[in-house]
């Protein structure tokens, strides 16, 4: 651990990777400050330009992005009610009513505060677990990572949310899209209906642009404008009294935040409501809460930042993305022709712990930058959208023709984002169809090699004991859901006959 | 609860079209896939995993998630899972939801049909839609110019397009506006990472 932080040092404290780091987080806030634009959009988008860098420095300037994105969000929820991020649309209740209380500057301090917590005591986390998953991984043959993945599939399902069905379907065509083009293994042209551009698949990453840069971007035009700025900076200093009241609701939300961000297929989001939530149970003022307490700024926040940086335990140990954001860092490690999972911290350590190491000078930076520059990042709040979505659109479009160094790739951004937008617009979730989408080869990969494994024979998936264990919790994770509702509307449905009776 | 049951299924809202309309769709994609799958072979010999394994199984999960969906939405009682422990988070996201709509005051809410309310823009939802078909329409219109004209001086044209005819903004900070970011798109891209942009028949940049 000792010798792999010592490495990780040596290669994040270079005057280059420092810059990108720095380059990093400040684009990040900026993009998570801009309403409509979360750090799935700003690393899309920011992909193409980081091809020349070195691989570790791309990434630790692109994970910069994805942080520090989460630090800029919060501040458009507080001061505009316009969430950045979805993931802090839970800001909108408290940390907005805070602000029209003229305490827009204590929410944004305890906001940048319990996420600074929450960063550091999660990277520490990450830092410890990371390793073992990885080498625990490295024995792991083609039918435990056949199960691991379905495992990862299977967390979509269980948070989709709002509509399980409607999850595990956008997954479903994520693995389908997924499918176009040639597959590894295979001779045969699936999907390509005779188009030659096809056969190579369609690039990840473009699909991701037009899905979110175009798609979710275009969105926020319909939903109207942004709504001005209506609180003062009068008081910019956090009370002892608030801060107090902040400390347990941030240690809380850490730990949430981490268990949630772990699971493959869990996203930040998610782990904000869950903590809004408990804290809504157990917080001394829970009254308050909705009304402009800082228990629901910090509990949040800290479950944000937390499930953000434990996203990346399954991602850089597993090669499985937590979250709709690490499957588009995922992206980038394959086009800088790095594979994600175990053996990536045998073959790079210098990368994976220069990137880890990394995340701490991030997070210091963005303290740094944003308790006191927090109202000097709100004006960017004042640039009108109607002069941003252009340039986003312009700059997804040459990124787009930069990642594949043709205009084909610009069409897939064109007919994915008009795929995105209709989704948004009609309420079929982004999530799951993106890790669909990253999860399909390797779901293919490991279907095949398991096959030829028990010659013919999948089963062999439930005969070892580690994958068959896995299996069945894939598959509790499964019918849960659906299980428990059945039985509720049993309950619900006798005590309805005992009273009409 | 139970009363409040009773009465959700007394007032069982009418499915919305488009969740009806993009289920279907959804199923059709679905159903195809499983026919173009088997054309490729579930299995190879041995009965191993053939490239069309995969396929027909996504494709055929997508055909009876898509009837499932559709049943649940015309017979099924409103809600799906209630008193699930995804229920606190669907509460929050519903609270928070409310709460940003009432700060937009009614200008925002784009399924309640605002009717001829303005948004901060002055525009109606009528407008506003419009606007989204222009939008494409302008993208779609660089794309095809790009044989022609060049794609940095293609995509100029679509900005500047987009904020005078869409944004109705003045010509003259539009147009700084587009020189602005051809500029530094052209440093950045082309200058900087070197990437060989198509220069068109135009041939300039």
Known sequence: MLDNLQLGFETAVTPENLLFCLLGVVLGTVIGVMPGLGSATGVAILLPVTLTLEPVTALIMLAGIYYGSQYGASTSSILISTPGDSSSVVLTLDGYQMARKGRAGAALAISALSSFVAAILSLIGLMALAQPIADWALNFGPPENLAIIMLGLATIVSFAGENVLRGITMAAVGLLISMVGVAAGFSTARFTFGSINLLGGLSFVAVMIGIFAIGEVLHQIRRGGEAPIKAGFRDLLVTRKELRRSAAPALRGTGLGFLVGVLPGAGATLATFMSYGVEKQVSKHKDEIGKGAPEGVAGPEAANNAAANASFIPTLALGIPGSGTTAILLGAFVIFGLQPGPLLFEQQPDLVWGLLVSFFFGNLILLALNLPLAPVFAQILRIPYSYLYPMVIFVSMVGAFALGNNTFTMWVVFVAGLLGYFMKRFNFPAAPLVLGLVLGPLLERALVQTSAMGDGNLFIVFQRPLSGTLMVVALLAISAPLIGSLLRRRTARKERTTIDA | ?205
């Open chain 2, 1 to 205: 609860m139970t009363a409040q049951e009773t009465e959700h299924q007394a007032t069982r809202p009418r499915p919305e079209t488009s969740d009806v309309v993009g289920t279907v769709i959804l199923g059709v994609v679905g159903a195809v896939a499983v026919v173009m799958g088997l054309g490729y072979g579930f299995t190879v010999e041995g009965g191993q995993v053939g490239p069309g394994f995969l396929p027909v199984l996504t494709g055929g999960f997508i055909v009876v998630a898509a009837v499932l969906e559709l049943i649940r939405m015309f017979f099924a009682s409103s809600s799906p899972i209630e008193g699930s422990f995804m229920e606190t988070v669907e509460n929050v996201e519903e609270e928070a939801r409310a709460a940003i709509e009432e700060v937009y005051s009614g200008a925002e809410a784009p399924e309640a049909a605002a009717g001829e309310e303005l948004d901060t823009f002055g525009r109606t939802q009528r407008q506003r839609s419009t606007a989204m078909v222009k939008i494409f329409a302008l993208i779609l219109a660089a794309l095809l110019l790009i044989p022609v004209l060049g794609l940095l001086i293609s995509l100029s044209a679509m900005t500047l397009a987009l904020l005078i005819f869409v944004e109705r903004r003045p010509w003259l900070t539009s147009l700084l506006a587009t020189l602005g970011a051809l500029a530094f798109f052209y440093l950045v891209f082309v200058q900087g990472l070197r990437v060989p942009l198509p220069t068109g028949m135009l041939g300039i940049i």
